[in-house]
């Protein structure tokens, strides 16, 4: 089993820049395939990013694609994601999540299919 811990909301203007950080712990931690997902108030939860195991295949939303940027750490068990340009809609708790199985993953990277989630850090952006 896999433990995940979200970091680094806050409150930020539009246009500027929060990084979220995600600290794995558990026996294998570091070979799972991480994402990132968000739900704003009254909305479903939605896949942002993504990155694979070894770091070398990353996925992105069409809606952060370019701006956000995921990246990941495995001596440090940690995965990261920096926002960049922040829009008031991007506006949302914002969860890191693995699959059920370590390694490589081919799924898709749904909500329905994370197997493993952390608590959440809240991102509020102002207009």
């Known amino acids: 089993q896999v433990q995940l811990d979200e970091s680094g909301g806050g409150l930020v203007q539009a246009g500027g820049s929060l990084r979220l950080s995600c600290a794995a712990s558990?026996?294998?931690?570091?070979?799972?395939?991480m994402g990132w997902f968000r739900q704003a108030p009254g909305k479903e939860r939605e896949f942002v990013s993504a990155?694979?195991?070894?770091?070398?295949?990353?996925y992105y939303a069409d809606s952060v694609r370019g701006r956000f940027i995921i990246s990941r750490d495995n001596a440090k068990n940690t995965v990261y994601l920096q926002m960049n340009n922040l829009r008031p809609e991007d506006t949302a708790d914002y969860y890191c999540?693995?699959?059920?199985?370590?390694?490589?993953?081919?799924?898709?990277?749904?909500?329905?299919?994370?197997?493993?989630w952390g608590k959440g850090t809240l991102v509020t952006v102002s207009s």
């Open positions: 990155i694979s195991w070894r770091g070398g295949s990353t």
């Open positions: 999540a693995v699959p059920y199985a370590t390694g490589p993953y081919a799924g898709r990277w749904s909500s329905h299919a994370m197997g493993y």
């Open positions: 558990g026996r294998t931690s570091s070979t799972y395939a």
